[in-house]
């Protein structure tokens, strides 16, 4: 079991900075791919980025390459989720999420995903 909990969100101005927390429990938290996802109102949770249990490998939705770093610190059990040049359409609640080994899937599907937290709201204003 691995229980998420997502922290700095807010408002922030167009072409600001924000970053986001995701605090994991458990010990085995190197195991675990993570994932950050987002959702706007009215709108599907969509993939921003995702990370592999070492840190070595990561991946960004088009839409936040070359704005957004994911990272993590498993001596820390918390990943990060760097947020530059912010646009009014970055507005959503971000969600953190994690894959146990056993987990199949591609990274950028939702449903490969085990465990999530309970979301941050990241307002943009133009």
């Known amino acids: 079991q691995v229980q998420l909990v997502e922290s700095g969100g807010g408002l922030v101005q167009a072409e600001g900075s924000l970053r986001l927390s995701c605090a994991a429990s458990?010990?085995?938290?190197?195991?675990?791919?993570m994932g950050w996802f987002r959702q706007a109102p009215g709108k599907e949770r969509e993939f921003v980025a995702r990370?592999?249990?070492?840190?070595?490998?990561?991946d960004y939705a088009d839409s936040v390459k070359g704005r957004f770093t994911i990272s993590r610190d498993n001596a820390k059990n918390t990943m990060y989720l760097q947020m530059n040049s912010l646009k009014p359409e970055d507005t959503a609640v971000y969600y953190c999420?994690?894959?146990?080994?056993?987990?199949?899937?591609?990274?950028?599907?939702?449903?490969?995903?085990?465990?999530w937290g309970q979301g941050t709201q990241v307002t943009v204003s133009s």
């Open positions: 990370i592999s249990g070492r840190g070595s490998s990561t």
């Open positions: 999420a994690a894959a146990s080994p056993a987990t199949l899937g591609g990274y950028s599907y939702a449903g490969s995903y085990d465990y």
């Open positions: 458990g010990r085995t938290f190197s195991s675990f791919r």
